[in-house]
């Protein structure tokens, strides 16, 4: 290993991206970029539904009902329309997420004490925002319900019980379920998937293509100076990235930052060498931009977006499925993420997480290193 | 192959020129047999190989988005030219390459012969006893060629072994010694004038007569002539024996109604060594099953 030819590679590679523009453009601005977009971008707070009404009663209690639902935050009535066809209208183009109708005899029912029925008519096509209308607008309905009966006993001069039971809840680490807090840490694993596979694999696979790693292999520089050598910038930069990716996320969307910065480095400075050693062995056995540049994206950017728990909940995946992030980097990366920005574990209890990561990163550095030889075919 | 001397490797497209080179060089694996270069087995110490060669592939391959300089830099930090030798080893490949003030030109903007000049800087900035050059001249304008043919005669004068190969004849002449390849085959090996001398199986005549064509084709079916080709405005015929074939051909033309200007032996240029090597090699293969 000679210090001088793997700075000369490291140096010249440094100057190729610094002269690039596409490169860099994607080392400068992908961080933010990505951070923004998904800051922005991807909310899962279910907030402000469109609902519209169907009113038959039209009296003051029914109105009453109405401004229970119009004071929650996860409902909006946008319109009151005239009629049924109207309403399910409404639901077929999507005006509408959920369809409310009142029955004609809904205060004549609650004046004489009998039970009385609304309808919610809900948009099942997204199960998820389903769920959510359904159990809110259930909790909104009682809510009403338990003032109506209170007033009912109170006009008959009766005693009012209070309630019996009720939940004290508190949510932790994420205090206000900010669903930027839960999806915003994972994003630098993204940004690591980019910078590291995606653009290894393609200065690699390029040196093959121009023809210049010929003249490369040509010099005593050794497989492992080229490798080395090729990688270093590229490490610095993904670095670098990490800490613009965590200050974006801290100090503009306010995710919480309770871990320590050194666990940070440490986990990211592995996953890096993981994904580092992805796009090297990528461009190695592709040898051509563009299947590297589709391999890198299909084997390290999609699962890091889909399968490492970044925006879905592993737990809450099939079995078959959960088996198979196990063997993603990026799962573990993502969950030592979301540790140290909102609960801030300390190192030692990260275990579970940082030892399968460090055992990728040895296993897919020795693979790399393996994997180049200095020979034309 | 001798130290210090050009040897030349001439062969047409697919002979096995750039194969040959890439396994000296320790870029391929030879299927078998074995080859040392320096002293070095290709096979076994390919690393020491590598430092004691320069090697200039046949595509341009320094880095077209670096500067000139840059690229010096890079090559002279992966032979590891140490520092106290950096400065003029960078100054002589500037001056080798005609880029002196031109250090900070993109690679990629620069004119080919300049290009392959500065490529040829690079791959001796570490003094190597031993370079190879494959192809080094295609695409480049005669003048430059010429210069580029000064510089490689200039480092063999100072010791260095270069093994060169090309497919332009006249450059050939200026090797030490060279091989001739066919098929992956050597099928002459000497200096130019023993390879004119030796390696044909006849004489060449020259003839200058109209009309051209028509005397190609006569000629063709005449006795003792093996083969006619055009060269300029002139006919190269190959004969078994000159003395002999000269008077009859001559009046062989004339009954033909062809007018003769000039017939005469001459000595065989590389390309009629090189035509007629490899036609006879072409037809002894087609005549094996």
Not at chain 1, 67 to 73: I, T, V
Not at chain 1, 339 to 349: D, E, Q, R, S, V
Not at chain 2, 247 to 257: A, E, G, V
Request: glycine residues 6%.
């Amino acid at each position: 290993m000679s210090l001088t030819r793997l700075v000369a590679i490291a140096r010249k590679e440094l100057v190729q991206i610094l002269r690039d523009a596409r490169s860099l453009i994607i080392v400068v601005l992908m961080p933010a970029v990505l951070v923004l977009l998904f800051g922005y971008g991807v909310n899962l707070d279910l907030k402000g539904l469109p609902v519209y009404v169907f009113d038959r009663d039209g009296s003051q209690q029914s109105q009453d009902l109405l401004r229970h639902f119009q004071a929650s935050e996860y409902f909006h009535i946008e319109h009151v329309v005239g009629s049924y066809p109207e309403l399910t209208r409404a639901l077929d183009d999507g005006h509408a997420k959920m369809g409310i109708v009142i029955p004609w005899d809904f205060s004549q029912r609650l004046r004489d004490g009998r039970p009385v029925e609304v309808q919610a008519l809900v948009d099942g096509s997204d199960d998820n925002t389903a769920n959510v209308l359904i159990g809110y607008s259930q909790a909104v309905v009682q809510g009403y319900s338990a003032e109506v009966q209170i007033d009912w006993l109170r006009e008959r001069g009766l005693s009012i019980q209070p309630a019996a039971m009720s939940v004290e809840t508190r949510t932790w680490y994420n205090e206000d379920l900010e669903s930027s807090a839960f999806i915003i840490p994972g994003v630098l694993a993204l940004v690591m998937s980019v910078i590291g596979a995606f653009l290894t694999s393609l200065t690699i696979a390029r040196e093959w293509e121009r023809g210049t790693m010929e003249q490369l292999i040509s010099t005593p520089v050794t497989a492992m100076e080229i490798m080395l050598g090729k990688l270093a910038p590229y490490f610095v930069l993904g670095m670098f990235d990490t800490v613009i990716s965590a200050l974006i996320a801290i100090y503009w969307f306010d995710v919480p930052f309770r871990g320590s910065w050194v666990t940070l480095m440490v986990a990211s400075a592995m996953f890096l060498i993981v994904v580092l050693s992805m796009g090297f062995l990528i461009s190695v056995l592709a040898k051509s931009q563009f299947a590297a540049s589709q391999i890198a994206l299909l084997i390290t950017f999609l699962p890091a977006f889909l399968l490492s728990g970044f925006l879905f909940s592993i737990e809450q995946m099939p079995i078959a499925l959960q088996w198979i992030t196990r063997i993603l980097p990026a799962r573990y990366y993502v969950s030592v993420l979301k540790k140290i920005f909102l609960k801030g574990t300390p190192a030692h209890l990260l275990y579970a997480d940082l030892v399968p990561l460090a055992v990728f990163t040895f296993v897919l550095a020795l693979l790399a290193t393996r994997s180049f030889h200095k020979r034309l075919e | 192959m001798r130290k210090g001397e050009v040897f030349g490797f001439l062969g047409p497209n697919g002979a096995g020129k750039s194969t040959t080179i890439r396994m000296l060089c320790g870029l391929l694996k030879p299927t078998s047999g074995h080859a040392s270069v320096a002293g070095f087995d290709v096979s076994r110490e390919p690393e020491l190989v590598r430092q004691n060669i320069g090697y200039m592939s046949q595509k341009f391959s320094l880095y077209n988005d670096l500067k000139v300089i840059e690229n010096i830099r890079l090559f002279a930090g992966l032979y590891s030219v140490p520092s106290n030798q950096l400065k003029e080893r960078i100054e002589w490949a500037l001056s080798m390459a005609n880029l002196k003030g031109q250090e900070n030109l993109i690679t990629g903007t620069l004119p080919g012969g300049w290009k392959q000049r500065l490529a040829l800087g690079c791959a001796v900035l570490h003094r190597p006893p031993v370079i190879f050059l494959d192809e080094p001249t295609s695409g480049v304008d005669p003048i430059t060629r010429r210069q580029f043919w000064d510089s490689i005669q200039q480092m063999a004068e100072t010791g260095v072994t270069v093994f060169v190969t090309t497919h332009y004849m006249e450059e050939a002449e200026y090797c030490n010694r060279l091989a001739l390849i066919f098929r992956g085959k050597i099928v002459a090996l000497g200096t130019p004038s023993e390879l004119k001398r030796d390696s044909m199986k006849g004489k060449i005549l020259l003839v200058e007569c109209d009309p051209l064509g028509a005397a190609v084709e006569a000629l063709q079916s005449a006795p003792d002539v093996m083969d006619a080709a055009v060269f300029g405005n002139a006919l190269h015929l190959v004969v078994k024996d000159a003395a002999v074939a000269l008077p009859q051909l001559k009046s062989y033309l004339t009954d033909h109604n062809i007018s003769v200007t000039r017939m005469e032996e001459i000595r065989p240029s590389l390309e009629d060594v090189f035509v007629s090597l490899t036609t006879s090699r072409e037809a002894a293969e087609e005549r094996k099953p």
